[in-house]
């Protein structure tokens, strides 16, 4: 008679989740340990840089903002995203943030309590110009006159009538 691991008394944990729980819900569940490592680490990562203790010369007084940090879902790997405060040139940064990973990943293996802590790596983030690119698109001369034209449009109604199409009913 064959045994299974199971029955040698490593019994499955109850899972959290119910049987009628929908497949969104599940996904939900895998993210969560995901996200709170990703915030976990983009606060310690952000204290190891703020400390200073990188001796680059391309790093040494540069201030730097880590945005977002993405873990892979088996949390063995993870991607920071930073900008820099200033404008500073951003490729020599993120090159050099590379060169210091495993540095930078030693540091924060002694301040987050993980079983193991994942291999970094560095990449420019680039949202914040991208919302400035939206923002200039949003505020650009023929948006704003087209968005006004639209909200006129809207308010004449269908007859033309300021009051939107609506009638007063006393004048009757």
């Known amino acids: ?68 940090v993405r873990v892979s879902p088996d949390l063995k790997s993870a991607t920071a995203f930073v900008v820099p405060l200033g404008g500073s040139d951003l490729d020599p940064i993120i090159a050099a943030l590379n060169h210091a990973a495993s540095f930078l990943r030693g540091q924060l293996s002694r301040e987050v309590d993980l079983r193991h802590t994942p291999r970094l790596s560095f990449q420019a983030d680039h949202s914040f110009d991208e919302a400035a690119r939206i923002n200039a698109l949003l505020h650009h001369p023929r948006v704003v006159r087209d968005v006004e034209a639209e909200d006129d449009a809207e308010d004449a109604g269908p007859d033309g009538d300021s009051d939107g199409g609506q009638s007063d009913p006393d004048e009757s």
Request: net charge positive; proline share 4%; no cysteine.
């Open 1 to 68: 008679m064959a045994h299974s691991r199971r029955a040698k008394g490593r019994a499955k944990a109850p899972s959290s989740r119910s049987d009628h729980g929908s497949a969104r819900g599940s996904d939900q569940g895998r993210r969560q340990p995901q996200l709170r490592v990703g915030e976990e680490l983009r606060h310690a990562l952000a204290g190891v840089l703020t400390r200073g203790e990188l001796r680059d010369p391309s790093l040494t007084d540069v201030n730097l903002t880590v945005t977002e």
